[in-house]
């Protein structure tokens, strides 16, 4: 178990729908990643958030946003969603900014979009 | 091109053997690089971490990091059926943090009892 809590497990929607998926990291790191997996695409970097402020974005598509609250928890909310936003959603943390690189991942999001 | 290339395998070896993993990149600036294991419905979990060239050994897993080819590798000795997984390679610029890591897209290794 890595500490890091993300809900829901799965979840179904439809095309144009939106969604809000949660992260909790794990105790005392105030960094929250965000990345996508897909077969095709495989793991890639959305969005940092370090300590509440946006650190660094990566290929985060306009119609997704995220936000870390003030007790660190994290939310990424996906909407006018496409059939090709079903994918695997992970949350990961680190204890800060810039560190050896270890993250800890959450066991993820599963979203189906029909 | 894609920035970092895996082999997806799937790669199957018997149990006892040497598994060698490897990805290649083409951004020069990458300084930091690991190696993540992923079980089936998992999250990723570091496994090796290396900054530029050389070797870095844990127990029965090797990484090696060579920079003037941008290529990096992962060796396992005595594979166990327990690391029958998908092994992602992962790079950065930075600690990891500021950029985001830049992963390949893995390889599924399957140890055969």
């Known amino acids: 178990d890595s500490g890091v809590t993300q809900t829901p497990k799965h979840l179904i929607t439809a095309t144009g729908q939106r969604v809000t998926l949660r992260c909790s990291p794990r105790s005392g790191d105030l960094s929250v990643y965000w990345y996508q997996q897909s077969l095709d695409q495989g793991l890639q970097f959305l969005i940092q958030?370090?300590?509440?402020?946006?650190?660094a974005k990566g290929n985060i598509l306009e119609r997704f946003s995220a936000q870390q609250f003030p007790d660190l928890h994290s939310e990424l909310n996906l909407s006018s969603l496409e059939l090709g936003d079903s994918a695997l959603y992970f949350c990961?943390?680190?204890?800060?900014?810039?560190?050896?690189?270890?993250?800890?991942f959450g066991e993820g999001s599963r979203l189906t979009v029909l | 091109q894609k920035e970092v290339e895996q082999d997806p395998g799937p790669l199957s070896v018997p149990e006892g053997a040497i598994v060698s993993l490897n990805c290649t990149y083409s951004?020069?600036?990458?300084?930091?690089f690991m190696w993540y294991r992923q079980y089936s419905r998992k999250g990723p979990e570091l496994l090796m971490y290396?900054?530029?060239?050389g070797n870095k050994e844990d127990g029965r897993f090797t990484a090696q990091v060579d920079k003037s080819s941008k290529y990096i590798s992962l060796f396992i000795r005595d594979s166990q059926p327990s690391d029958s997984a998908t092994y992602l390679c992962?790079?950065?610029?930075?600690?990891?943090?500021?950029?985001?890591?830049?992963f390949g897209k893995g390889t599924h290794l399957i140890i055969q009892p």
């Open positions: 992962a790079m950065s610029e930075s600690g990891g943090g500021a950029d985001g890591l830049t």
């Open positions: 951004n020069s600036a990458f300084q930091y």
């Open positions: 290396t900054y530029s060239s």
């Open positions: 990961a943390s680190s204890v800060d900014q810039q560190n050896t690189g270890e993250l800890f």
């Open positions: 958030y370090y300590n509440g402020e946006e650190r």
